[in-house]
Nanobody, 126 residues
Framework: QVQLVESGGGLMQPGGSLRLSCAAS????????IGWFRQAPGKEREGVSC????????YYADSVKGRFTISRDNAKNTVYLQMNNLKPEDTGVYYC???????????????????WGQGTQVTVSS
């Protein structure tokens, strides 16, 4: 059974850090491109970051560049999103998703992804 499970969310003060994990089961994550998306209340889901399966190229939304880092551990079948210098506007439910195809700049399109996790809540507030 294909499954993606996110973890690591929680409540953090502005300026703090969190590391999200996305553990895959039922398939080999190494062969897929993995994206992180988030959705704030009343807003559309938006792409946060993506890492490619072929060469490890990473992509980031402008709003998180320099603060977030995506990485993958193929041995653990897990992808991570290190989030530093968190801001209140980073609040939302964070989802990981995978797609087998090369996306390039289309990585931000959620409809390109075929498997999704259930999400983990991140709240940044003082």
């Amino acid at each position: 059974q294909v499954q993606l499970v996110e973890s690591g969310g929680g409540l953090m003060q502005p300026g703090g850090s969190l590391r999200l994990s996305c553990a895959a089961s039922g398939f080999t994550l190494e062969y897929y491109n993995i994206g992180w998306f988030r959705q704030a209340p009343g807003k559309e889901r938006e792409g946060v970051s993506c890492i490619s399966s072929s060469d490890g190229t990473t992509y980031y939304a402008d709003s998180v560049k320099g603060r977030f880092t995506i990485s993958r551990d193929n041995a653990k079948n897990t992808v991570y999103l290190q989030m530093n210098n968190l801001k209140p506007e980073d609040t939302g439910v964070y989802y990981c998703a995978v797609t087998p195809g090369a996306l390039g700049s289309a990585w931000v399109n959620s409809y390109e992804y075929i498997y999704w996790g259930q999400g983990t809540q991140v709240t940044v507030s003082s």
